[in-house]
């Protein structure tokens, strides 16, 4: 399992993004408040529309005619939710597994937002050259931006620094298959039957 891969750090000062219909803060408040924020607020919001609305991940980062909260970082947070979308979706089924084992429960149903800002979160501390803490605060401040996920603050700390804690084990145990997905693996397991899909 490759560990985490260098990307740009994050700068001081992120830009306001406009209220509106593609807005990610309430009016009134500016993502630069806390440095980074704006970054991890437009990866969620990217990831949703990528895993829930099945929009292409292309389209949305593309930088002159991607998402508006995309086109409006400067170019070293652009990579940053960059490799942020893409570890998130390259690992997904690694990153399901890891929090799993890091919740006492299951999420509530219809937590989808709750469930991105994890992965946002997850992806930093498992892949990517980023601090842990940052990657952890960062999350706590983004659900409390969101008010579908306010009240989950404090289980989204606790579940990611015991992540950060246990990341390495996590990490190194890979199950077949597990970041395919999940069409590609029925058709293989169809064609081939479930023992060489797996080594496939």
């Not at 006492?104 to 149903?109: A, E, G, H, I, V």
Request: with cysteine.
């Amino acid at each position: 399992m490759p560990g985490k891969a260098p990307v740009a750090a994050d700068r001081a000062g992120q830009p306001r993004i406009a209220a509106g219909p593609d807005a990610f803060v309430p009016d009134g408040y500016s993502a630069g408040d806390r440095p980074g924020l704006g970054a991890r607020l437009v990866a969620a919001k990217l990831l949703s529309a990528i895993v829930d609305a099945k929009t292409s991940a292309d389209g949305l980062l593309d930088a002159k005619g991607g998402h508006p909260g995309f086109r409006a970082l400067e170019r070293r947070d652009q990579g940053l939710v960059k490799a942020i979308i893409l570890t998130a979706l390259r690992f997904r089924g690694t990153i399901d597994r890891a929090l799993d084992a890091c919740l006492d429960r299951p999420l509530p149903p219809n937590a989808a937002a709750l469930k991105h800002i994890l992965h946002v979160g997850a992806a930093q501390i498992l892949f990517l050259d980023v601090p842990d803490s940052a990657a952890v605060d960062l999350a706590v401040a983004a659900s409390g931006v969101d008010s579908r996920s306010q009240r989950f603050s404090g289980m989204i700390n606790a579940v990611l620094r015991r992540l950060s804690r246990e990341k390495e084990t996590l990490r190194a145990v890979t199950k077949p298959g597990e970041n395919m997905p999940e069409w590609l693996m029925r058709r293989l397991v169809a064609t081939y039957g479930a023992a060489r899909a797996d080594a496939i």
